[in-house]
């Protein structure tokens, strides 16, 4: 059980273009979907929080006009990184949780922007 | 002072051998604790949760709570090299709407 997809699994983008993520847990309802970025060799960075039906949370930092985070139903939240550059290329991993229970990850999206 | 801390490694283990990982957290009031293991290129995946003192035990794993002494540790029991991943410790801050802080991680590698 607790299964969250995320896709794609990889993308190739040219600079300035929109690349929009998806994240859905296929099995149980998230009440909260945290997205993640993670550079090489360095820890996972929560860049925001979203709970069904209300705007995101951003941590401070990351800038909410550039990375757009909707989560309209308890299934489904979707991160858009919109004109996207070299420095945005990173790995991007989604994560849903119900209520208290354990954080279950999406296998994430390696985002390369050239 | 960072809310969740762990050792970065490597720690380096001989196959068969026990591995031990620490963890150290600052929020008092955590209740919960969970323990991911991340290969490198992949997202975490969950391997043990803890929510009160004392051990939990799964499989060849066993997670240690101490909520005195805010520390919680985990044993991988007959290490093996498909054990070579990055450990990540995680409390739930609930007074931040069940926000996970995660640690930085902590390297193992088990060599043959």
């Known amino acids: 059980g607790a299964v969250v997809s995320q896709h794609p699994s990889r993308v190739i983008c040219k600079s300035g273009t929109s690349v929009k993520i998806e994240c859905r847990s296929l099995d149980f309802q998230a009440t909260t979907m945290f997205w993640y970025r993670q550079f090489p060799k360095q820890s996972l960075m929560l860049m925001a929080t979203?709970?069904?039906?209300?705007?995101?949370?951003?941590e401070q930092g990351v800038e909410k006009d550039k990375f757009l985070i909707n989560h309209a139903s308890l299934t489904l939240s979707t991160l858009t990184v919109t004109s996207a550059h070299p420095e945005d290329s990173s790995f991007y991993i989604c994560?849903?949780?119900?209520?208290?229970?354990?954080?279950?990850f999406g296998n994430g999206t390696r985002l390369t922007v050239t | 002072q960072k809310e969740v801390e762990q050792n970065s490694g490597p720690l380096s283990v001989p196959e068969g051998a026990i591995a031990s990982l620490n963890c150290t957290y600052s929020?008092?009031?955590?209740?919960?604790f969970f323990w991911y293991r991340q290969y490198s290129g992949k997202s975490p995946e969950l391997i043990m949760s803890i929510y009160s003192n004392g051990d939990k035990e799964d499989g060849r794993f066993t997670a240690q709570l101490n909520k005195a002494s805010q520390y919680v540790s985990l044993l991988i029991r007959d290490s093996q090299p498909s054990d070579s991943a990055t450990y990540l410790c995680?409390?739930?801050?609930?007074?931040?709407?069940?926000?996970?802080?995660f640690g930085g991680g902590t390297r193992v590698l088990v060599k043959p």
């Open positions: 929020d008092r009031v955590s209740q919960s």
């Open positions: 979203s709970n069904e039906g209300s705007k995101a949370t951003y």
């Open positions: 995680a409390e739930n801050i609930k007074a931040a709407g069940n926000k996970l802080t």
């Open positions: 994560s849903a949780r119900q209520g208290e229970s354990p954080l279950h």
